[in-house]
């Protein structure tokens, strides 16, 4: 048996993970994210799955959550169940080891970042003259998350965002945008 404990504010969707995979699938939701993305994906069983919905915003809630769940749920698990922490957060790495020395089989999954996403973003700009591109900090952002499905999923329309800068793709003057390609 195989259990995710998913880190969905890291994530961003959960359309990366095959969640068939699982026998039960726990995942954190952040305080500012409203809903799950599954992308297209359909599954042909049901999904043992469990939301955990955080209420409040601050560094490090949902990290301190999932590890909660991974001590409570490996005191009560039957020895033969391995965990698996899906998250790219590579602070999980020393509670991992811990639980692997206890004697739990527990290891991260990393989801790949998604680069094809980027490129379809910068796509979806440069194909418009810069004066039809989005000119706002807040247009930008309802470009993202309409134009890659992110809805509702600040985390990952920041993520997207901060790629943006990160790429000097564009610059963010206050709440002007500036574009660099």
């Known amino acids: 048996m ?3 404990f998913i880190d969905y504010e890291n994530i961003g969707s959960l ?3 095959d969640l068939s995979s699982y026998d039960r699938v ?5 305080a500012k994210q ?3 993305d599954f992308t297209d994906t359909k599954y042909d069983k049901p999904i043992n799955l469990v939301v955990v919905q955080l209420k409040a915003t601050q560094a ?3 990290d301190f959550h999932l590890a909660y769940y991974l001590g409570k749920f490996d005191s009560q698990a039957s020895p033969g169940v391995t965990f698996e922490v899906v998250s790219n ?5 020393p509670l991992i080891a811990h639980i692997k ?7 991260q999954v990393k989801v790949a970042s998604a680069p094809a996403d980027t490129q379809k973003l910068v796509q979806s700009l440069t194909s418009k003259p810069k004066e039809k591109r989005p000119q706002k900090v807040t247009s930008l952002r309802n470009h993202i998350a309409s134009h890659l499905g992110l809805k509702g999923n600040e985390v990952a329309i920041q993520n997207q965002l901060n790629q943006l800068v990160t790429a000097n793709l564009v610059k963010i003057s206050g709440d002007s945008i500036e574009y660099q390609c």
Request: proline share 7%; hydrophobic share 35%.
């Open 101 to 107: 020395n206890g004697g739990r089989p527990c290891k």
């Open 34 to 36: 409203p809903r799950l």
């Open 60 to 62: 490090n809630n949902l």
């Open 26 to 30: 726990i995942v954190f939701l952040g």
């Open 15 to 17: 359309g990366k993970v």
């Open 89 to 93: 957060d590579t602070g999980f790495s």
């Open 2 to 4: 195989k259990w995710a």
